[in-house]
């Protein structure tokens, strides 16, 4: 152990730090695999299909839970990132993950069929009542967290999920807050004001909705463009 901390020490210098799977084994990365800068973290593609998030925001460290990583893992929703491997530094603090690549090869949400709306919001609804089940609360999801990928709206960042009875109560309104942003900033493309964009969002997805409520809006409609095309 006292070698792997003067070895983190000389990695540190030169760039970077040694980063190891749960059973103590390293995990092999290079500066040249660095890809862009986040808010809070540095991200690495490794290779085509995966990318390596290292944390370095101390607010995000203090709130990721590996338990939750692997609860999120384990319920096995195709709308939420896939996690590879979960990576400690060599005091066993929890750091770093790999997640699969998901390309965001989606322009126009509006603009392809309403299915795809559709499913996806259901299949994030059914998962958050899953977590709101486990006391498990969706804290930073926001419609920048998603990634609108050709299989389906993918939830990329869980970090700052959190157990917390009292909040989990909001994942509903947290998921409905996102799909309403996503279709409100769609709509500022169609050159509407901030107002009717939010109003017309809002029509469709608001603190109460489900599937329930949204299926009937958007069912007679091929694409979500052509029931909003009836208010511009």
């Given at each position: 152990m006292r070698f792997l901390f003067y070895y983190d020490i000389l990695i540190?210098?030169?760039?970077?730090?040694?980063?190891?799977?749960?059973?103590?084994?390293?995990?092999?990365?290079?500066?040249?695999?660095?890809?862009?800068?986040?808010?809070?973290?540095?991200?690495?593609?490794?290779?085509?299909?995966?990318?390596?998030?290292?944390?370095?925001?101390?607010?995000s460290l203090d709130l990721m839970n590996p338990e939750i990583f692997n609860i999120i893992q384990m319920l096995r929703n195709k709308n939420f990132c896939k996690i590879d491997k979960l990576l400690?530094?060599?005091?066993?603090?929890?750091k770093a993950y790999t997640m699969k690549y998901y390309d965001s090869d989606i322009e126009d949400i509006l603009d392809i069929p309403i299915e795809y709306t559709l499913e996806s919001f259901n299949s994030i609804q059914q998962m958050g009542k899953k977590l709101t089940e486990r006391n498990i609360y969706m804290r930073d999801l926001f419609f920048n967290n998603?990634?609108?990928?050709?299989?389906?709206?993918?939830?990329?960042?869980?970090?700052?999920?959190?157990?917390?009875?009292?909040?989990?109560?909001?994942?509903?309104?947290?998921?409905?807050?996102?799909?309403?942003?996503?279709?409100?900033?769609?709509?500022?493309?169609?050159?509407?004001?901030?107002?009717?964009?939010?109003?017309?969002?809002?029509?469709?997805f608001n603190e109460e909705s489900t599937i329930d409520t949204v299926y009937p809006i958007l069912k007679k409609y091929k694409k979500p463009i052509d029931y909003f095309r009836k208010f511009m």
């Amino acid at each position: 152990m006292r070698f792997l901390f003067y070895y983190d020490i000389l990695i540190s210098f030169i760039g970077g730090f040694m980063l190891y799977d749960e059973l103590g084994n390293c995990f092999n990365y290079n500066e040249k695999q660095f890809a862009y800068e986040s808010r809070t973290a540095d991200i690495y593609q490794i290779n085509s299909e995966l990318l390596l998030k290292i944390i370095f925001s101390q607010f995000s460290l203090d709130l990721m839970n590996p338990e939750i990583f692997n609860i999120i893992q384990m319920l096995r929703n195709k709308n939420f990132c896939k996690i590879d491997k979960l990576l400690y530094d060599y005091e066993r603090q929890f750091k770093a993950y790999t997640m699969k690549y998901y390309d965001s090869d989606i322009e126009d949400i509006l603009d392809i069929p309403i299915e795809y709306t559709l499913e996806s919001f259901n299949s994030i609804q059914q998962m958050g009542k899953k977590l709101t089940e486990r006391n498990i609360y969706m804290r930073d999801l926001f419609f920048n967290n998603v990634i609108l990928n050709q299989n389906g709206i993918i939830v990329i960042d869980f970090d700052n999920y959190e157990y917390s009875e009292f909040f989990a109560k909001n994942n509903k309104q947290r998921i409905n807050e996102t799909f309403k942003d996503l279709y409100y900033l769609q709509l500022m493309d169609y050159n509407l004001s901030i107002e009717v964009a939010n109003e017309l969002a809002t029509r469709v997805f608001n603190e109460e909705s489900t599937i329930d409520t949204v299926y009937p809006i958007l069912k007679k409609y091929k694409k979500p463009i052509d029931y909003f095309r009836k208010f511009m």
